[in-house]
């Protein structure tokens, strides 16, 4: 029966060993899992962030060409704009010589 009772101490502290060790790498390799899950995450964080500057610098690149072509478009507005108020005075001008000479006209007839 001694022998009986070591076998049996030995087994229990051998099984109680195991079990300790088992719980030990239950711990750790969640403490690992959950290590992996912040790696990933703050990876994935960096990826938004470097997507957004990127989108956020083709934005800024596209404004800039949008704001460009505004000027220019302005810049020709301003040019047809004076460009018709020229031809605004000059038709003045010409109607005002018709009349003046429908007048002459008129008046050599009459």
Do not use: C, H, P
């Amino acid at each position: 029966m001694d022998a009986l009772k070591i076998v049996a101490i030995v087994l229990g502290a051998t099984g109680f060993w195991k079990l300790i060790e088992v719980l030990l790498q239950f711990g750790m390799q969640k403490k690992l899992k959950n290590a992996e899950i912040r790696n990933l995450n703050i990876q994935a964080n960096s990826l938004v962030v470097e997507n957004y500057k990127l989108w956020s610098e083709n934005m800024e690149k596209r404004l800039k060409q949008l704001e460009s072509k505004n000027a220019l478009m302005n810049k020709t507005i301003t040019k047809q704009r004076d460009r018709i108020t020229e031809l605004e005075k000059y038709v003045d001008q010409l109607e005002a010589e018709i009349q003046l000479y429908n007048k002459q006209k008129k008046d050599e007839r009459g």
